[in-house]
């Protein structure tokens, strides 16, 4: 059978239609349970179904029904939850969802994005600027030892230069 999602690390269980887009229900092939306690393991607590967004296919949208591994840990009873490298929890998107409505969100008006990629365009807007505030965390601007002034009369008002 022919793997359409191509998200490695998961297996695809079922899928449904419900109102019109498509349900994908997948779980992970290994699930990775993160450690609370040093020597504790964590117990097993059941799953929990976490609903993302991925790329519509033949113009459906498509949600990846993820079924979450739950685990406890046995001394400080913290419920704790498998990671997933490849889904942005944020956002409920797909990483590689994530990363295209990024770059569409900077290179068209943010309502056309939305239209094109079936979004909400606030989703864009958040995206965006989730975004720009990752970028511009590590701009340093450079600002000149001599900085000179001047102003010039424009329309016979003064403007600053």
């Not at 059978?1 to 887009?21: Q, Y």
């Not at 739950?70 to 990363?99: I, M, N, Q, W």
Request: positive net charge; hydrophobic residues 35%; glycine residues 4%.
């Amino acid at each position: 059978m022919t793997d359409l999602l191509r998200l490695d690390r998961f297996d695809v269980e079922s899928t449904a239609v419900e109102d019109g887009k498509l349900v994908i229900t997948v779980r992970s092939k290994v699930p990775d349970l993160p450690r609370c306690c040093l020597l504790s393991e964590p117990k097993r607590n059941g799953t929990k179904t976490v609903r993302f967004r991925d790329f519509p296919v033949q113009a459906q949208p498509v949600w990846l029904a993820v079924r979450r591994q739950r685990a406890k840990c046995p001394y400080c009873d913290t419920v704790l939850y498998e990671s997933l490298p490849d889904l942005d929890s944020d956002f409920r998107l797909t990483g590689r969802f994530k990363d295209w409505l990024c770059q569409q969100a900077i290179d068209l008006p943010f309502t056309l994005a939305a239209s094109q990629n079936g979004v909400h365009e606030t989703l864009i807007r958040r995206l965006f600027a989730d975004e720009a505030d990752r970028r511009l965390s590590s701009y340093n601007p450079y600002m000149p030892r001599v900085l000179g002034m001047d102003e010039i009369y424009l329309h016979r008002k003064p403007r600053f230069v």
